[in-house]
């Protein structure tokens, strides 16, 4: 890859994001363009971990970003959602979920 590419934008905007506001992240304050989809200003800034597969703890992320594939599903100030689905707005609190679920006790274990 070119140096060109590697330091452009993510995402080619057509329409102007909007103003910064203020979100918290894991308990960190970031700033993400009012208006925007969730997902696509969090992967804009580097943030591509949204969550850690239930099994072995891989991280995940979105792959559809149309709120088909449930790969980025974070808590939205406390609600589960799909951050493909969620405008950006002032004072928002997500979580990630990085935390891998322990076995059920009704897995069957594989070899």
Request: aromatic content about 4%; hydrophobic content about 40%; some cysteine.
């Amino acid at each position: 890859m070119n140096s060109q590419m590697e330091q452009g934008p993510r995402f080619r905007h057509f329409v102007s994001p909007g103003p910064s506001v203020s979100v918290t992240l894991d308990g960190q304050a970031l700033e993400l363009p009012f208006g925007v989809m969730l997902a696509a200003a969090l992967l804009d800034r580097g943030i591509a971990t949204f969550g850690v597969s239930v099994t072995k703890g891989e991280p995940r992320g979105p792959l559809c970003l149309m709120g088909t594939c449930l790969q980025c599903n974070v808590l939205v100030d406390g609600i589960p959602m799909r951050a493909c689905r969620v405008a950006v707005r002032d004072g928002l609190v997500i979580e990630r979920r990085l935390d891998p679920l322990p076995p059920s006790p009704r897995e069957v274990p594989r070899g």
